[in-house]
């Protein structure tokens, strides 16, 4: 079993910053692209930010030039740098692993985090 295990989440300010960490764990050969989505409260859940194994990024508009997304192929671990924060990206955030593969012939699944509750005070 894979399980995705995220942490950082807090209460701040307009303005400040955070940061999520995301760690896969179990027995894993792979993970093509790990990425963070959203969802606030009476919203559907939403693309924050992807990174794929080779580095290639992908951020949704509302969070381009405050967000950076990173990633540690060695610990299977996604990190959401996030800064100048305004009380609209409050949400809880959920990590996303997809196309994980536990062997080499294995195929592939995509796993969720349990989320992380980011709220941004005005």
């Known amino acids: 079993q894979v399980q995705l295990v995220e942490s950082g989440g807090d209460l701040v300010q307009a303005g400040g910053s955070l940061r999520l960490s995301c760690a896969a764990a179990?027995?894993?050969?792979?993970?093509?692209?790990m990425g963070w989505y959203r969802q606030a409260p009476g919203k559907q859940r939403e693309l924050v930010a992807v990174?794929?194994?080779?580095?290639?990024?992908n951020y949704t508009d509302s969070v381009k030039d405050r967000f950076t997304i990173s990633r540690d192929n060695a610990k299977n671990t996604v990190y959401l740098q996030m800064n100048s924060l305004k009380p609209e990206d409050t949400a809880v955030y959920y990590c996303?692993?997809?196309?994980?593969?536990?062997?080499?012939?294995?195929?592939?699944?995509?796993?969720w985090g349990q989320g992380t509750q980011v709220t941004v005070s005005s």
């Open positions: 179990g027995s894993i050969f792979s993970i093509n692209a």
């Open positions: 990174i794929t194994s080779n580095g290639s990024t």
């Open positions: 996303k692993a997809e196309r994980v593969r536990r062997r080499s012939y294995s195929p592939p699944y995509d796993y």
